[in-house]
């Protein structure tokens, strides 16, 4: 084996799906994305890592509210764009720049993304300021359950990313550590 570079360990530990996380500052819908999650309970509690280098963070901080959607391979030219651009800049409307269509939602003025597989409205429960941690708590989640196309894209960190593949099932041997209901 041969020593790696620490700066790129973390590419070996693939995250989760790479989300949009959806906002509205009071004035203004924005997009960004986002491949550094976490799940941390199995009552719909999660992290994300993002912080004031982002536009989306201001609406973070202001609402405490924002959405998770999760968008599949078909949209990787879209999520990486929405990556590279900040609502920051004048006239960037990310949904129309994107083609992406606003659906609302129950409890967060930020939107849905109608053409992502699931969207999850959340409420920041806390900032952990040293990590650039943003908890977030799910309040209700939403699945296109009629999409042709459920794989999601996993980012490596390097510019690639992973599609999901063949799905292994080991719900039987899993069944005592499984949330009822799943
Ligand atoms: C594939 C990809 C993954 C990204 N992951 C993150 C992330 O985990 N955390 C973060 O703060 N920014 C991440 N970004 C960068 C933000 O999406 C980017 O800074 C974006 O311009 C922020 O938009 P905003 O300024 O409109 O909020 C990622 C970008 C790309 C393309």
């Known amino acids: ?18 989300v949009l996380i959806s ?16 799940v941390l309970e199995f009552s719909g509690v999660f992290a994300l890592c993002t912080g004031a280098w982002n536009h989306s963070f201001k609406a973070l901080q202001a ?22 651009c900040s609502g920051a800049d004048a006239g960037v409307d990310k949904f129309a720049r994107f083609g992406l269509t606003r659906a609302p939602a129950r409890h967060v003025q930020a939107p849905l993304v109608k053409q992502c597989l699931a969207n999850i409205e959340c409420r920041v429960t806390e ?22 196309e459920t794989r999601t894209l996993h980012a ?26 799943e």
């Open 127 to 148: 900032f952990v300021a040293a990590q650039h941690i943003v908890v977030l708590q799910a309040l209700v989640a939403y699945r296109d359950t009629a999409r042709q």
């Open 23 to 38: 906002t509205n500052d009071g004035q203004r819908d924005n997009l960004m994305t986002v491949s550094w999650t976490m």
């Open 156 to 181: 490596v960190g390097d510019g690639s990313f992973v599609v999901d593949g063949h799905r292994f099932n080991r719900r039987a041997a899993m069944a005592g550590k499984l949330p009822p209901g």
């Open 63 to 84: 609402t405490r509210e924002c959405v998770i959607a999760i968008p599949t391979v078909d949209m990787i030219d879209q999520v990486v764009g929405i990556g590279m």
């Open 1 to 18: 084996m041969q020593t790696l570079d620490l700066n790129t360990a973390f590419t070996l530990i693939e995250p989760g799906p790479v």
